[in-house]
């Protein structure tokens, strides 16, 4: 029996079993060997086939978004709108056959876009390409999901599910769960929060079906089985997804309002180009990337070329981004902005730096 029917059997069972206090455990058991088959499908066969036509695409800029969504719902159609790559764009499915990329230049920063093939179900399996797509969204920054507002949620439905058997989770955040398997000692296992959904007996049959017997499992929020498991296999990607509805040109306006108010969702029409800029603001805050501008002593800011940073960076991080020794010469820096209490405020390297501050280092 091959991985596939072992995957289509436990979720047959999973399925049929209902949920309640008693099936509690077998449910945790099915899943731990469910995500366990799944992990198995992701890696590479040992025997390479004939080396196909490249797919990965070398990061570039300063954040990568990666398209996603069935064929034909207009992701080409898109890139070539926002970009000044041309993607070949059709009625027909499957125009694009490999990761085509482009630039897209917001407010100073070039955010890479990439326009990968359409997903069909089954795509986790590896329909389609469907594996080489999947792996190119994981190191992703963003995912944009383009889905045809005419055809309802079905495609969201599917697509979610696809990427959730990858070890894709959007718009979640990573399990507040330490566990750090050790040589010996058995199970220890501690909460700070009453538990509804997971049981020291289940986490430890979880943990068996992984050969795991000794470990130290510690829960700081009341979580899943399922989420357990993420955080035992380890190799799951937590990223902001951006749910994008095109032609909306073609359903009532009540259809559209619907949609719109969804969370996550962004409605546009690449064929009336409706929209498109409220979608670049609204991916520029699921990037968290934030200005930086210069200053010399002296000398008016140069508001021409700025530092393009994550939320959250610090005055350090800005040094190392301008060179990486200026850290070490570092005496103090002066800020204009929002970050400071005044302006110019003199501060050091923890200082955290907020969008479109202005700084200037003096160095010892």
């Known amino acids: ?62 954040a990568r978004v990666a398209l996603i969504g069935f064929p034909s719902v207009g992701k080409s159609t898109f890139l070539s709108l926002m970009t000044s790559t041309e993607s070949e764009a059709a009625s027909y499915e499957f125009t694009t056959l490999t990761c085509i990329p482009g630039v897209i230049e917001y407010k100073g920063a070039n955010i890479q876009l990439l326009d990968l093939p359409g997903i069909i179900e089954g795509a986790a399996q590896g329909k389609g390409r469907g594996r ?25 439905v599917l697509l979610e599910k696809e990427l959730e058997s990858v070890g894709i989770r959007l718009n979640r955040t990573k399990p507040n769960i330490y566990f750090k398997p050790k040589k010996g000692g058995g199970l220890s296992f501690n909460s700070t929060v009453p538990l509804t959904q997971c049981s020291e007996k289940l986490v430890q049959l979880i943990l068996h079906e992984y050969k795991i017997f000794n470990a130290e499992v510690l829960f700081r929020e009341d979580c899943t089985p399922d989420e357990f498991i993420d955080v035992i296999v380890g190799n799951r990607v937590y990223m902001p997804c951006l749910y994008v509805y095109n032609k909306v040109d073609q359903i009532s306006i009540e259809e559209v309002d619907r949609l719109a108010h969804r969370p996550h969702s962004v409605v546009i029409s690449c064929g009336m180009k409706l929209n498109l800029d409220y979608l670049l603001e609204t991916l520029w805050e699921y990037l968290a990337l934030i200005c930086i501008y210069t200053k010399k002593r002296g000398e008016r800011p140069d508001f021409n070329d700025a530092i393009i940073m994550r939320r959250g960076a610090s005055v350090e991080h800005v040094c190392h981004r301008i060179h990486r020794t200026l850290a070490s010469q570092f005496k103090y820096a002066l800020v204009w902005g929002t970050s400071t209490k005044y302006s110019p405020q003199r501060v050091g390297l923890t200082h955290i730096m907020e969008h479109e501050d202005v700084i200037q280092i003096v160095k010892k």
């Not at 509690?24 to 040992?46: I, M, N, T, V």
């Not at 792996?135 to 055809?151: N, S």
């Open 1 to 62: 029996m091959g991985i596939l029917e072992k995957i289509a059997e436990i979720e047959k069972e999973i399925s049929r079993t209902q949920k309640n206090k008693a099936t509690e455990y077998h449910l945790g058991l099915l899943k731990a060997k469910l995500a366990k088959y799944r992990a198995q499908l992701l890696e590479p066969s040992k025997s390479a086939g004939a080396k196909g036509e490249g797919f990965d695409v070398m990061k570039s800029g300063d």
């Open 132 to 156: 080489q797509v999947i792996a190119v969204a994981r190191t992703a920054d963003v995912v944009i999901m383009m889905l045809d507002a005419t055809k309802g949620d079905v495609q969201r």
